[in-house]
């Protein structure tokens, strides 16, 4: 019988990024992960969940087995950390910690500095209701401040533009430019959310980054990156691309200020505090959880000594999943990164995802790359012998899926080529969340997953 603790815990890491393209893990077939685990390894010992992700599957089984979690990308770690090993805080702690950022000079200094923006957003949300959009879809079309420098003052061609220089000199004046404190302010506000919102979210960040203790630390910003995926202003509630304030043809969409005020008027600190409590409610796992920000292989290679179980979920389709988690990572990071460009028109324009120069592309994504990363994944668990377990969501020629960089058959070979005993087992009921635009839907399967087993 699953714990209480287990099943909240669980419970957690699905709801964190329940908006974004994967669901997580459902109870059936987080059950059918561990049946798989147990058979490969039937010794119990320390399971390493190489892509964590989210840490649903880490979090599902930490209560019968010591997790490792590995991923390439900080906002994992984080978010695993806070699941896994929770910090203690209580309704009058929690309390505390939203008075001294509501208060708190970060972000006051850092509204004093978005007045005039702020009240423009106000401003054109307000128009649009009444019928005039026109102001709203430039502010939702217009570059972030980040890619924006003071000198445009002397060519700011139209009244946002003029806003958006004022503003930038007050942040250049308060020493908040290119600072951490500015990050969600400068790269996603007024694009993912409103720029009140960004500024709480920054705040929040700014608080969680001045706690000297670690567990405390990862809770706060694990809290923030909830209360980001909650409120962010998207079609389908993901960050793989802002609202598109015009149709195909051009044309402004009639019910554009509803979608705008429908997730811009959620209260951010209400918000935060929700997401704190539920952190707050979880148990530690069992033993000794670790979550490492690194590479696949180099995380086997030092550390496979210590681990007794491989799962392994990669990415399998041509989406890079870093599209839908790059806002999240910039929060974790507080830096200042570069934003992609793309042609288009024959001009150079910065990327309408705001997508982070240099994010991180899985050579399970791309075709060329993938039969190779799989073969150095089961080599590498091979030669430490580790058992693997390892999912996998088979696509058929037709059938409406995103196709697969790599098919069943030859990941099965693969994984034939280093055991000597490799075995499936299909799961029922399992399926794969699907996106809200209508073009993107997939079509549901009734085996959504494999589990490929491979024994020592």
Known sequence: MTSIASRVRSAVANEVFRPIYYLGCKTSFAQAIARAIDEVDPSGGRLCDLFAGTGAIAAALAQTREVTTVDVQEYSRILCSAVLSPAAFNESDIRQIVESVSCGRILNEILHCLTPLIECELECIDMAAKGNPDALAELLEAPPLAARTTSQAVHADTCLDSIMTTTLQRLDAAGLLHSPDTTVVRYFGGIYFSYRQAAMLDALLAAAASSPDENRRNALTAATLSTA???????????????????KGGTIKANLAAIVQRDRSLDTLDTFRMWLAKYASLAPAAGRPVCL?????????QHASTFSVIYADPPYTRDHYSRFYHVLETMCLRDNPPLS???????TLISRGVYREGRHQSPFCI???APAAFDAL????????????LSYSPHELGDGTHPR???????????????????????????????NCSELKLKRRAHAELIVKCFR
């Open 229 to 247: 995926s909650t409120i962010v202003n998207t079609v389908g509630k993901q960050f793989a691309q802002p609202i598109r304030p015009r149709n």
């Open 293 to 301: 920000r690194q590479d696949y292989l180099e995380a086997i290679k």
């Open 341 to 347: 460009r793309v042609r288009k028109g024959g001009k």
């Open 367 to 369: 075709r060329s790359a």
């Open 378 to 389: 089961f080599s590498a668990a091979r030669e430490n012998d580790l058992p693997v377990a």
């Open 405 to 435: 960089v790599v098919s069943t058959k030859q990941i099965i070979e693969i994984a034939m080529s280093h055991y000597n005993r490799v075995e499936v087992d299909s799961i029922e009921g399992s399926r794969h969340n699907q996106l």
